[in-house]
């Protein structure tokens, strides 16, 4: 059915979600669940057998993954600024004018049987799909140094292992490999992995928020879908949204 038209029902049908957006979001999902079945092996690599450079291309793997999830990402950032109406972080974010109004009058509508319907997200889905976006920049950016703090990969692992490595009688740093302590200076390589703790453990805790984070929005997903039938889900794939009334935004 084509965007913006009605069906016998009086049903109105929105075009919402660019194709962009949509890109983004699958894209997303697919390297979310590469980076965590990926990394589930990496931590349990003991428990499951992973033998030393088992654990190391699993990690490099990981790392592969992680640039297209990171790229991925920076082109949703920068599509939040040029975008459609509902793509852009102004219809995103929880800080515009009016939003604590809209909030409150959002959930007073829900305990009634008259809720509020919206094309883009709601006050409170807004909330959770910008929790959603610090999550994903989080590991995004913690990734990244871990990359090359672990396995000596872009785009850091150079600076990494030309600090770590010891010198030749040249000055200069001899070349190291992921996982080998073969040239590695004990005291620099030391004071990597102070330097990388802090990132190790925002990674690692953030990855657990994120995946209780990516449950609850699934489940309010599956709810509103069940409750408001505004094809939310199918949203994702053809951009189009539903309203039996005119949309608040």
Known sequence: MPSNSSDQNGLKFHSVWDRSTRIFHWVNVLCIIGLVAVGTVILNGKLL?????????????????????????????????IGNKYSRWSSILPFTAGYSSALKEFIAAEKTTNPKQYLGHNPLARLMVSLLFILLTTQAITGLVLAGTDVYMPPFGNNIAEWVAE??????????????KEGVNKEAYAEMRSFRKPYIQVHYF????????????????????????????????????????????
Request: no cysteine.
């Open 167 to 180: 010198k030749d009688h040249n000055g200069n740093p001899v070349v190291i490999k992921a996982g080998s």
């Open 49 to 81: 057998g992973v033998s030393g450079d088992g654990k190391i291309l699993l990690k490099e793997v990981h790392v592969y993954i992680g640039y297209l999830f990171a790229l991925n990402l920076s082109w949703r950032i920068i599509w939040g600024f």
């Open 206 to 249: 953030a990855f657990y928020i994120l995946l209780a984070t990516i449950f609850i929005h699934i489940a309010f997903v599956i709810f509103t879908e069940v409750k408001d039938k505004n094809g939310l889900i199918s949203a994702m794939f053809t951009g189009n949204k539903i309203t039996s009334k005119k949309p608040e935004d």
